[in-house]
């Protein structure tokens, strides 16, 4: 495996599999383009040292060959502006092909000169792409000399394009792109060289969502914060009454021995003491305060309260590594918001004292989002599902497939 950093793409057609599945309105217009702007800086890398670039990427989920709904071409002119945002002239072109292997696709690519770009036709319209069919990855990686992935977000699947496609360019021509160096680096500093204390803040509605991120994370963090719903399915195992508050019943005495794991280990489990309580799951519900341990029947738990906050600060501004995955409550509402962004706050003075903060999963991601604090972590990660199973402890076939070269 190469560095991207060091290499020089003069010349070189750079294949890139980057993550361009963007949410898009009824007139195609993008509503969301932080996965396609994540990527820019590769993109910019390659062209400024005189390459070509090639970009291919999964669109949606198409049922059995194109559909016009979920083609790519709807995102070239903002895959322009994005490129040609710092008015540099010449411009840098961007061209579709309206395929993505095939006789078109081929010609298109060679016809390409050094500061251009290819924007390829979604790969899910071949079901070959999910498949992960080597047939298929051998007729993509034709069109490039070099393999870039910068994909994180779809790294724990062995599609074609992902993780395939790689045995077909030797060792020095295959590479993680910024976006993905960026991403493996901040899960691997967390995962192997975490300095202590190390603070994992796990929230979210269910335990069985999270168990095996918090059992691998037993063996490594010092503390764990556990907030959100699943904080409830906790509180009930340990005989505490939660009212109406969401609980999986069947993951009692998995929570059990979570706790019980937690002692062996000498790490500390940190649950809410109190909560903010509502009488119904609504915006404009009636609200309260009580120990979470004893949650009033008809009432249930929505966000963490004062006590747990208070407590929860001190033990993320006392950390060395943080990583955060999940909020703790339904932050989505203003009036339960304050326990996720008393979180989000306090995670952003540990590292302005000098911690390592990592944040990853959708929600965490929308929360420090929301209340403007992404400047202000370590390392916001674009991959929900594929930092999720890194931190299960999986291989991730995306990055297996360029690091074991």
Known sequence: MSSFSNYNFHGQKALVRVDFNVPLDEHFNITDDTRMRATIPTIKKILGDGGKVILMSHFGRPKGG???????????????????????????????????????????????????????????????????????????????DVYVNDAFGTAHRAHASTAVIAQFF????????????GEVMSAEKVLHQSEKPFTAIIGGAKVSDKILIIENLLEKAT???????????????????????????????TALDIL???????????LPEDSVLADKFDANANTNISPSDAIPDGWMGLDIGPKA???????????KTILWNGPMGVFEMEKFQAGTKSVA??????????????????????AVNQFNLADKVS???????????????????????????
């Open 170 to 181: 030797p060792a020095d021509k295959k590479m993680f792109g910024l976006l993905m160096e």
């Open 309 to 319: 906050i208070g407590i929860f600060s001190e033990v993320i501004k006392k950390s």
């Open 66 to 144: 194109p559909e016009d709904k979920y083609s790519l071409k709807h995102l070239v002119k903002h895959l322009y502006g994005l490129l040609n945002a710092d008015g540099h002239e010449p411009a840098t072109n961007v061209f579709f092909a309206d395929d993505c292997i095939g006789e078109q696709a081929y010609i298109t690519a060679s016809m390409l000169r050094n500061g251009e770009v290819l924007l390829l036709e979604n790969l899910r319209f071949y079901k070959e792409e999910e498949k992960g069919d080597t047939g298929f990855a051998e007729k993509l990686s034709k069109l490039g």
């Open 260 to 270: 019980e794991k937690a002692k062996q280990k000498n790490v500390s489990i940190h």
């Open 345 to 366: 706050l306090a995670v952003a003075d540990a590292t302005a004292s000098g911690a390592f903060s990592l944040v990853g999963g959708g929600d965490s991601v929308a």
């Open 379 to 405: 390392y916001v990660s674009t991959g929900g599902g594929a930092m999720l199973e890194y931190f299960e402890g999986k291989v991730l076939p995306g990055i297996a497939a360029i690091q074991n070269a």
């Open 223 to 253: 503390d764990i914060i556990i907030g959100g719903g699943m904080a409830y399915t906790f509180m009930k195992a340990r005989g505490g009454k939660i009212g109406n508050s969401l609980c999986e019943d069947d993951r009692l005495q």
